[in-house]
């Protein structure tokens, strides 16, 4: 028998007020595929465990990348705003392949598009990072470090 990991990472969660249009980013531009969706559950653990003020509608969503199964959810929260702060408590750190791509495809959207940075690795490599803003207020850090370093 085989010996359970003490920890294993399954997946980060972000909170949105329309998965519909949230999709739009992380499907159409991010590549995550919906791999679980659920609607409504007033039983749901998501509402005592993230505050959710009564009359609150919840929707769920499990999100895939290839080789990465339900490495990412959505928990919608409608009915209720979002609130934001500042400075950010959290982000999703994203390894991809054309940055550009991503960068243009988040303007279209009218999403916040930070100023590319310069990133250095612990090891020496260099490359580039950006962050974008979710529908949210949610940050999605992009990065590619070229293969030919």
Do not use: W
């Not at 007033?42 to 919840?58: C, M, Q």
């Not at 930070?114 to 990072?129: A, N, Q, S």
């Amino acid at each position: 028998m085989t010996e359970k990991q003490p920890t294993r990472f399954q997946r980060a969660n972000y909170c949105v007020e329309d998965i519909d249009r949230a999709l739009t980013f992380y499907e159409s531009v991010l590549g995550f595929e919906v791999t679980y969706r659920k609607g409504h559950n007033s039983d749901s653990y998501s509402i005592p465990l993230f505050e959710i003020p009564h009359g609150a509608e919840l929707g769920f969503a499990i999100l895939s990348l290839p080789n990465q199964p339900r490495v990412m959810a959505l928990s919608e929260i409608k009915n209720v705003p979002l609130p934001s702060g500042y400075p950010r408590r959290s982000a999703i750190v994203l390894d991809i392949a054309d940055c550009d791509m991503v960068m243009e495809k988040s303007r279209a959207l009218g999403l916040r598009v930070y100023k590319e940075g310069r990133l250095e690795t612990h090891d020496g490599r260099i490359g580039r990072e950006i962050g974008i803003v979710d529908f949210d207020d949610n940050l999605v850090v992009i990065y590619n470090i070229p293969e030919a370093q």
